[in-house]
């Protein structure tokens, strides 16, 4: 599958000083700064808004990078965004949620890639993937109870499988005590892309080696009930066919 890349955007040096960083702008880009200019293949990268969206949407698992007692962490968990905001599952005793829950927040730095493909050239130095991905720098904070948490949780229920949420019980009191959210505003956020063929070097074309891309996607398999599922109880219809 083929996407269009917008253009890169402005340079960290031309941007305009009176946008506020990473914040759209009046023709839907982000604002880039010297922290989302990739140094490598910068013509692959690119601020615009409905891009990001759609590279976040698409998935729900994301890597949340921090500092920890001086040495670099990154952690796998789950994600969903509302608006120009990403929401970042925890439990109240992990050491991030633990940091973000300051008054200053926690610096981290959120990635998400889709795996589009596997080029493969007929040299291996040339071997590449096609992906989309997006990088997103800020300060979490953890949401407090109330009507945002309720809604980040549903959020982060339905990312997984749309309309969950309300096919569920909600968390109780004990529940909600063990676990928390993390804020994370789109502020400072690019997104990165490859697509197309290998790039074989010309003295390479006449080598005996296939070349091309294998196209990867993702699949779900046919839903199994649980052994303790009341008989009859049907398929959700959001399931069907997913």
Request: charged share 20%.
């Amino acid at each position: 599958m083929a996407y269009t890349v917008p253009s890169p955007g402005p340079s960290p040096e031309s941007s305009d000083s009176s946008e506020s960083p990473g914040t759209p702008d009046s023709s839907g880009t982000y604002g880039s700064t010297a922290r989302t200019v990739p140094s490598r293949h910068r013509e692959r990268a690119s601020y615009d808004r409905e891009l990001v969206h759609s590279i976040l949407d698409e998935d729900y698992v994301c890597h949340l990078g921090f500092v920890r007692d001086g040495a670099p962490v990154v952690l796998p968990t789950l994600y969903a965004r509302s608006g120009e905001r990403l929401y970042l599952h925890g439990s109240t005793g992990s050491r991030p949620l633990l940091a973000a829950d300051r008054e200053d927040g926690l610096p981290v730095c959120v990635t998400v890639t889709l795996l589009d493909g596997l080029v493969l050239a007929r040299a291996a130095f040339h071997h590449s993937l096609n992906y989309r991905s997006v990088v997103v720098h800020g300060t979490a904070h953890r949401v407090p109870e109330g009507p945002e948490l309720t809604a980040a949780l549903d959020a982060l229920v339905d990312g997984v499988v749309p309309g969950r949420a309300a096919d569920s019980r909600r968390a109780d009191a004990r529940e909600l005590a063990a676990t928390a959210v993390l804020r994370l505003d789109l502020e400072e956020v690019s997104a990165k892309v490859r697509q197309g063929g290998p790039n074989d070097d010309p003295e390479d074309m006449a080598l005996p080696h296939w070349s091309g891309v294998v196209p990867v996607a993702r699949s779900y398999g046919t839903p199994v009930p649980a052994g303790d599922l009341a008989p009859g109880t049907p398929l959700p219809a959001y399931l069907d066919g997913r």
